[in-house]
Each structure stands twice: as structure tokens, then as C-alpha cells.
């Protein structure tokens, strides 16, 4: 069984894992917008069509979901961001992870509850800055109250299980795909010498290209509820 890999600042204790991976991917979600965005021109060639319609793409998950004008353009750059950081990470332990020893070293964040509690908290965040941006303080505690006083405490409920579902729906799907194919990998593969690696090598293929179409999804739902969640806090009851 795998070793957690940790270490200890100022009495906070970190992931070294999660840090690894979420900083391969924001380098790789770095380099790869630069190179599609180099020199843009008015007649787009085919590197910056690829990064127009990943714009248009998470523009229209915004736009969507999210009636506030305001709010839109702001969310315009952090839904496309969000998008990609995620299906980035997703895929990492699709393709590449590394152990040393028992100690996991390079895995999918994602496949970790506290990175996706992280995604779903900054979504929570920035949902309760744009209702009190477009409501006032005031104005925004008592959209809990609408349409009648009572619901208060359901709507207070709502936000604890919004968090929850956003970030452990992503979570189980990425890590029991991680878990799956190390079963194929490791526990079938190895267990009768060549005729269960011969079984199990066309096995892992298949749910290796399955898990890359759910990582997709996953990240397109995890965006699309965010503007879901957001756009409700801009809009009046």
C-alpha cells in the first residue's frame, strides 16, 4: 500500500504529492496557452483556432449559467482556466504515475479530496463575492431568507452539500479510475505470468481511454456547476 508523502511547515503539514502534480500541470496549462496564443493574427491559423474555441467553448458555459453581465466577464477567464487545470490534472494519472519504493510520488491531484475541496471552495468564494458585489451585504443575507423566511436554514444547508457534491463528485470519479487500473495493472496483470498480461494489457487500454473521455466530463461538469452556483448568487429570487 501506498506511503503518504508529506512534510511539515510551520506546524501545517502538505501533500508533496498534490504539490508535484498541480505544479506539473499549471506549467503544462502555462506553456501550452502561450504556444497556441504566439503570434495571434486577423486570419487565425490552426494553433490559435485551437485556443479560440476552448475561449468560446468555456465562454458559453458562462454565459449559460450566469445572467449577470458583470459577473460574466470576470468569469470568462477563470472558467477557461479552471477548465483546462482540471482536465489537465485529471489525465495526469492516466498516463504517468510514479512510485519510489512505497512512497507515491506523481499521481492525479484530483484524485485527492483536498484538491478538489480546494477547486470547489474557491468556486463557494468567489460566489459569495459576486452576490455581495451585486446585492450589498445586506441585500445578499437576504436572499437566504427568499422566497419565505423558514427556508433559511435549508438554504444555509445548500451551500455545505453544494461544496460537498462539486468536490467529491470529481474526486471519486478520477480516483476510482486511478484505483481500476492499478488493479489491472498490478493485481491482474502479475497475478498468472504472460496469458494475464496478455489479458489484462487490451483491459487497461480500453479503461485507460474510458477514464480520458470521464476526466473530460468531469471537468466540464465541475466548471458548468461553478457557473451554475455562481450565477445563482447574481440573480434575483
Not at 460574466?72 to 512510485?99: C, D, P
Not at 452556483?229 to 447574481?234: A, N, R
Amino acid at each position: 500500500m501506498e506511503k503518504p508523502l508529506v512534510f511539515e511547515f510551520l506546524g501545517l503539514k502538505f501533500d508533496l504529492v498534490g504539490i508535484i502534480g498541480s505544479t506539473l500541470m499549471a506549467l503544462a496549462v502555462l506553456f501550452i496557452c502561450i504556444w497556441l496564443s504566439r503570434k495571434v493574427e486577423l486570419r487565425p491559423n490552426k494553433k490559435q483556432n485551437v485556443i479560440e474555441y476552448l475561449l468560446n467553448f468555456t465562454n458559453g458555459i458562462v454565459k449559460d449559467n450566469v445572467s449577470d453581465p458583470d459577473a460574466q466577464k470576470h468569469l470568462s477567464l477563470y472558467a477557461f482556466v479552471l477548465f483546462l487545470f482540471i482536465w489537465f490534472m485529471n489525465q495526469l494519472g492516466m498516463f504517468l504515475e510514479v512510485k519510489v519504493g512505497d512512497w507515491m510520488v506523481i499521481k492525479s491531484p484530483t484524485a485527492d479530496p483536498v484538491a478538489t475541496m480546494s477547486f470547489a471552495m474557491m468556486t463557494l468564494l468567489l460566489s459569495f463575492t459576486f452576490g455581495v458585489q451585486k446585492f450589498g451585504v445586506g441585500g445578499y443575507l437576504r436572499n437566504y431568507t427568499a422566497p419565505v423566511g423558514f427556508l433559511l436554514p435549508i438554504n444555509l444547508i445548500e451551500e455545505f452539500t453544494n461544496f460537498l457534491t462539486l468536490s467529491l463528485r470529481l474526486y471519486g470519479n478520477i480516483y476510482a479510475g486511478e484505483v481500476l487500473l492499478t488493479l489491472l495493472g498490478d493485481r491482474l496483470a502479475m497475478s498468472g505470468g504472460i496469458p494475464t498480461i496478455i489479458l489484462a494489457a487490451p483491459l487497461a487500454m480500453i479503461w485507460q481511454g474510458f477514464s480520458v473521455f470521464i476526466g473530460s466530463i468531469q471537468a466540464y461538469v465541475f466548471v458548468t456547476l461553478s457557473m451554475v452556483y455562481i450565477g445563482k448568487k447574481v440573480a434575483k429570487e
